[in-house]
């Protein structure tokens, strides 16, 4: 058996689909089709079902990538030990969520890039919760997050820093430049924040329900740059982290409110699997996000 087929297999239960596999790949999507039908052959068993436009894992498949992922972690492991070559080549899977990728993490990931332009890079945006199940599925090497700190009996967690959470608003709303400002007031105020289960969304929508106050409406959009404009065209405000308005606030278009709370804070943090296997490429491109902190 081809072990490329088992990198295809995985693609394919990544995209759920022949034509984006082999469009991923670079294959046809007849050699897709063909490669799959070869592993099904092999072992005896069906591997993928259709679910309407989408090609879905049978138990036996999912009981294969089980076993796919270890194999191709191990085959990566071998090549880079083995390999002579200063180069790094394979693929890193990374997930973030928004406001890292957009923030944080850019500098660092062009940086790596430059230096292995052989390795090829797949990040992908999400909301916490689901890019701590992509790095329990292997969906993801690991993510980056920004959550309260995440304690995981299959997660190894590297704090890389805090980042501070900031209310932001006009330049012209009436709150800006008062100090202690009671938390109260929010409920004359439209909110506006990112989506649900967003790590600070929560975090405020816990803070508002302990102190018993309930803003007079609620808006929501999943960009963070939405969320700022539509604060600089007076339609509420917002919570967003530090980093997230710091050009912003630097310039003036935006403004911190003094809310009379205790601090609310975040930590940047690398996750990943306890078992995963950590390549060079991997440890790489941590040492590059430990520089960035």
């Given amino acids: 058996m081809d072990i490329s087929y088992l990198y295809t297999f995985k693609e394919v239960a990544k995209w759920g689909s022949y034509t984006r596999t082999g469009e991923e790949l670079g294959y046809a999507q007849s050699s897709v089709t063909t490669q799959i039908k070869k592993l099904e052959d092999y072992y005896g068993v069906r591997l993928f079902e259709r679910a309407g436009q989408t090609m879905r894992l049978t138990q036996s498949g999912e009981q294969l990538l089980y076993y796919v992922d270890q194999v191709i972690d191990l085959m990566e492991e071998a090549e880079s030990k083995l390999s002579d070559s200063v180069q790094m080549r394979g693929t890193v899977r990374i997930g973030a969520v928004e406001s890292l990728a957009a923030y944080f993490i850019s500098k660092s990931l062009k940086a790596f ?12 945006s999400g909301l916490c919760p689901n890019l701590k199940d992509g790095v329990l599925e292997s969906h993801y090497d690991l993510a980056v997050v920004l959550d309260e700190e995440v304690k995981h009996p299959l997660l190894k967690t590297l704090l890389l820093r805090k980042e501070r959470m900031v209310m932001v608003a006009a330049k012209e709303h009436p709150l800006v430049g008062k100090k202690r400002v009671h938390l109260r007031r929010i409920e004359d105020e439209t909110l506006i924040l990112t989506e649900k289960d967003c790590s600070y969304r929560n975090m405020l929508e816990r803070l508002l329900k302990k102190r018993a106050v309930e803003p007079r409406s609620v808006i929501s959009f999943t960009s963070l740059e939405a969320i700022k404009q539509c604060v600089i ?57 430990y520089e960035k902190k």
Avoid: T
Avoid at 115 to 123: C, H, S
Avoid at 259 to 280: C, N, R
């Fill in 113 to 124: 890039k430059e230096q292995n332009p052989d390795l090829r890079i797949q990040l992908e």
């Fill in 233 to 289: 065209d007076e339609l509420g405000i917002a919570m967003l982290p530090e980093m997230a308005v710091a050009n912003e606030l630097e310039k003036g278009s935006l403004c911190a409110l003094d809310f009379d709370h205790e601090e609310l804070a975040l930590y940047i943090q690398i996750v990943h699997h306890q078992k995963k296997w950590l390549s060079p490429s991997l440890e790489k491109f941590i040492e590059l996000l």
